[in-house]
């Protein structure tokens, strides 16, 4: 028996060899038509890398042929297949734009905009690529409103939305906790009139309130007054937007000191006057 599985092993490793051996002939020295060949088996096979390096060499060969539709859905996909979503985004976009009467341009366009979402990165890091992914997954959805691609696409878009309210919410949030008060503020009001619905949005307030709170209490005299009203203000739009809100016991606290610190104002501008 394990003879037997010694002798196996042997003509698969022969095998195996004598395949990339063959592989490597045809890729070095073989003519086109080998070449393409090859590619395609290799493709068919799921040896994509081997396949891609195929495609790449034949692809001037074929510019203005009618293979040259197959090889570049084919070059697209085994770039999808590895993983190399950059380069599966750019050459899907590209069939779907040199083949527009393509039965696959609706595919195209769909493992274009998903190779962009799937490259997307994690919301600390920048997130232009997550912006392209939006936008593809949204031009998808606009162009295709009856793909059956259509509930995966409307979640890709609420998970890279997402994304994005969060990257936004927690550069906002950083500025408060570095006690840069000013660009916080700007931050949160920025982020809660351009992200209207998102599930950030109470927090997003109170923090605001938070930061305005924070910046009126140490403020220098001759600003304290109007930045005290302003942190007041950011009370009354959490209470009047949330009037059951998790954080009002802190909020609460905060506007008691706000209150006694203009009242305190008050007092020392009379007796100035």
Do not use: W
Not at 199 to 220: D, Q, T
């Amino acid at each position: 028996m394990q003879k037997m599985k010694k002798i196996v092993f042997l003509f698969l490793v022969t095998i195996s060899f004598i395949s990339c051996s063959e592989y490597q002939k045809v890729l070095n020295k073989g003519t086109v038509a080998d070449q393409y060949k090859m590619a395609t088996t290799m493709y068919d096979a799921g040896k994509y890398n081997k396949a891609i390096m195929l495609f790449e060499k034949i692809t001037p060969s074929f510019r203005g042929k009618p293979q040259m539709e197959r090889i570049q859905y084919m070059i697209s996909d085994a770039y999808y297949q590895t993983r190399q979503y950059s380069l599966a985004s750019y050459y899907f976009d590209r069939f779907t734009k040199n083949y527009p009467k393509s039965t696959k341009k609706e595919d195209a366009a769909y493992l274009s905009a998903r190779s962009n979402y799937l490259d997307s990165p994690v919301y600390s890091l920048d997130q232009k690529t997550t912006h392209e992914a939006l936008n593809a997954m949204q031009s998808f959805i606009d162009t295709y409103p009856n793909s059956d691609k259509l509930e995966e696409a409307n979640m890709a878009v609420k998970e890279l939305q997402y994304k994005l309210e969060k990257k936004a919410f927690e550069t906002a949030k950083q500025y408060y906790h570095i006690e840069d008060y000013i660009a916080s503020i700007k931050s949160f009001d920025n982020f809660i009139s351009d992200f209207l619905g998102t599930s950030f949005r109470e927090e997003a307030i109170f923090y605001r309130l938070k930061a305005s709170y924070e910046l009126g209490i140490n403020s220098v005299q001759h600003k304290k007054e109007k930045r005290l009203n302003d942190a007041v203000k950011a009370y009354e739009k959490l209470k009047r937007n949330y009037p059951e809100s998790k954080y009002l016991k802190d909020s609460d606290k905060m506007l008691e000191e706000l209150n006694k610190e203009l009242a305190a104002f008050t007092t020392v501008a009379n007796l100035e006057n």
